[in-house]
């Protein structure tokens, strides 16, 4: 069974934004997804397998740490912005309040970014699960002058709808990310 077919579009994606400042992307985002906070939070942190519900991201599983209760994550992201398509690795340290925010900081020495810090919020509802999602970065590699904050918004938009689409299905059918096959090549 694949993601790729999901068709019912429950989510809803109350507002996003994206400034540059600086050099510095800033980006929010909040939607309301149905289903719980413990599933989502479980679904968002399941790394071996997340790059199964993120279009443009081809690869994420969890990394060893020299750290004793350090929780290191690798991702891969190979994604375009209209006309410009770029890979990026990074490394983030992630930590966590359980059911309630999950928090990621890329290691720049480790990360094709200077600063790459995220912040997933899990607020419960009548509705649903109210998600925000809140990231700086500034990436290590030239972006061209034409990839503005709108283009920027527009994925994270279509991204934001697509993440909570596949939590929503899954939620919906009591499966986890684990038991979907990997997706085909976008």
């Known amino acids: 069974m694949a993601l790729a077919c999901v068709n019912a579009a429950a989510v809803e994606i109350l507002d996003a934004t994206v400034e540059k400042r600086d050099g510095v992307y800033y980006v929010v985002g909040n939607s309301i997804v149905h289903a719980s906070p413990e599933f989502i939070f479980a679904t968002l942190m399941d790394m071996d397998h997340f790059h199964k519900i993120s279009g443009g991201i081809k690869d994420t599983h969890f990394v060893a740490s020299d750290q004793p209760d350090e929780l290191l994550a690798y991702t891969l992201i190979e994604s375009c912005v209209m006309f410009f398509c770029r890979s990026a690795e990074k490394v983030d340290r992630i930590e966590t309040d359980p059911y309630t925010e999950i928090r990621t900081y890329a290691i720049p020495e480790r990360s094709d970014f200077m600063l790459h810090n995220a912040r997933w919020i899990l607020q419960p509802g009548d509705d649903g699960t109210q998600l925000t999602y809140e990231a700086e970065f500034e990436p290590d590699f030239w972006m061209p002058p034409l990839i503005s904050e709108w283009a920027i918004k527009r994925k994270l938009l279509e991204t934001g709808e ?25």
């Not at 909570?164 to 976008?186: C, F, H, N, S, W």
């Open 162 to 186: 697509q993440i909570g689409m596949r939590i929503e299905y899954l939620a919906q059918r009591g499966l986890t990310l684990a038991q979907v096959k990997e997706p085909e090549d976008d």
